[in-house]
């Protein structure tokens, strides 16, 4: 297998595992499963080889430590892929609180907010806000994931959906009991296009407002098309391809153009014609 071939997907093991974890803390292998949720002999695999690349060190067995210098090979890798990979943020994710919600009460810190009648408590699970709010049939447990990256607008949803069951696992961890999650908003998407770098150069703007969503250069990435949806995203990512099949048409049309006309004129040449 080519170097080609391996490096996207050790890039993208890096990216999994080490988003993670902290400096100065211990993993063990258990855990680091539960954090991505790869396979055991494939994540023994990964964990074996980062240790030989210098990225993670293993003071005891079983335990697993991040290095400076994977710490610094993990930021550079996330500075580069965040302006080549799609994004999506603020994905809200709900859960139904089955039973439990003293546990969750007690284990983590709140804060009121919100309207006097509309009770809603904030707090904060591994770097996400997470919120608890009171219903007529008890209370919903919503989690804000804040930014996921994406070779796909399906992969960068799918990868939103697992880090907030990651989060709702946690809250479950202390004695709740949730319901399946369901997405209640529409997150906001940005796919990186050179298309949108051409427009945004062409009419000398940082951000163009359509009906359709908002071509945007932000800071730390390169120009991106931000859709309302998911289907519209998906059509802007289809776009390079759905203009090659275009061209493709036109190609056949214009040698179907050109065979007719040849057949034409080589009818005018015809001595009959002289004739007439």
Same mark, same amino acid.
């Given at each position: 297998?080519?170097?080609?071939?391996?490096?996207?997907?050790?890039?993208?093991?890096?990216?999994?595992?080490?988003?993670?974890?902290?400096?100065?803390?211990?993993?063990?292998?258990?855990?680091?499963?539960?954090?991505?949720?790869?396979?055991?002999?494939?994540?023994?695999?990964?964990?074996?080889?980062?240790?030989?690349?210098? &990225?993670?060190?293993?003071?005891?067995?079983?335990?697993?430590?991040?290095?400076?210098?994977?710490?610094?090979?993990?930021?550079?890798?996330?500075?580069?892929?965040?302006?080549?990979?799609?994004?999506?943020?603020?994905?809200?994710?709900?859960?139904?609180?089955?039973?439990?919600?003293? !546990? &969750?009460?007690?284990?983590?810190?709140?804060?009121?907010?919100? &309207? !006097?009648?509309?009770?809603?408590?904030?707090?904060?699970?591994?770097?996400?806000?997470?919120?608890?709010?009171?219903?007529?049939?008890?209370?919903?447990?919503?989690?804000?994931?804040?930014?996921?990256?994406?070779?796909?607008?399906?992969?960068?949803?799918?990868?939103?959906?697992?880090?907030?069951?990651?989060?709702?696992?946690?809250?479950?961890?202390?004695?709740?009991?949730?319901?399946?999650?369901?997405?209640?908003?529409?997150?906001?998407?940005?796919?990186?296009?050179?298309?949108?770098?051409?427009?945004?150069?062409?009419?000398?703007?940082?951000?163009?407002?359509?009906?359709?969503?908002?071509?945007?250069?932000?800071? *730390?990435?390169?120009?991106?098309?931000?859709?309302?949806?998911?289907?519209?995203?998906?059509?802007?990512?289809?776009?390079?391809?759905?203009?090659?099949?275009?061209?493709?048409?036109?190609?056949?049309?214009? *040698?179907?153009?050109?065979?007719?006309?040849?057949? &034409?004129?080589?009818?005018?040449?015809?001595?009959?014609?002289?004739?007439?």
């Amino acid at each position: 297998m080519s170097s080609k071939k391996i490096l996207p997907q050790y890039c993208t093991v890096i990216r999994v595992i080490c988003s993670y974890l902290k400096i100065g803390h211990g993993y063990t292998t258990k855990e680091i499963r539960s954090f991505t949720g790869l396979e055991k002999q494939k994540l023994n695999y990964w964990l074996k080889k980062m240790c030989v690349d210098g &990225l993670l060190i293993q003071p005891n067995y079983g335990i697993y430590e991040m290095t400076i210098s994977g710490k610094r090979i993990f930021d550079q890798y996330e500075r580069l892929q965040n302006k080549q990979m799609i994004r999506i943020e603020n994905m809200h994710v709900t859960y139904k609180v089955i039973r439990g919600i003293s !546990k &969750l009460f007690d284990r983590f810190n709140w804060k009121r907010a919100g &309207l !006097k009648n509309n009770k809603v408590y904030t707090s904060k699970i591994r770097n996400h806000t997470v919120r608890l709010i009171k219903t007529e049939n008890g209370y919903n447990f919503q989690v804000y994931v804040t930014k996921v990256l994406g070779e796909s607008t399906k992969e960068a949803y799918h990868q939103a959906r697992i880090e907030a069951d990651h989060v709702a696992g946690e809250a479950q961890r202390f004695g709740a009991h949730l319901s399946l999650g369901w997405v209640t908003n529409e997150p906001e998407i940005a796919i990186p296009s050179p298309m949108a770098s051409a427009l945004l150069m062409t009419y000398e703007a940082s951000q163009i407002r359509t009906n359709k969503g908002i071509i945007n250069r932000s800071k *730390g990435r390169f120009a991106d098309w931000e859709p309302r949806n998911l289907q519209q995203a998906q059509k802007i990512v289809d776009m390079p391809d759905s203009i090659e099949r275009i061209e493709a048409k036109l190609d056949r049309i214009e *040698g179907l153009l050109r065979l007719n006309t040849g057949s &034409l004129y080589h009818d005018l040449s015809n001595p009959y014609w002289r004739f007439l």
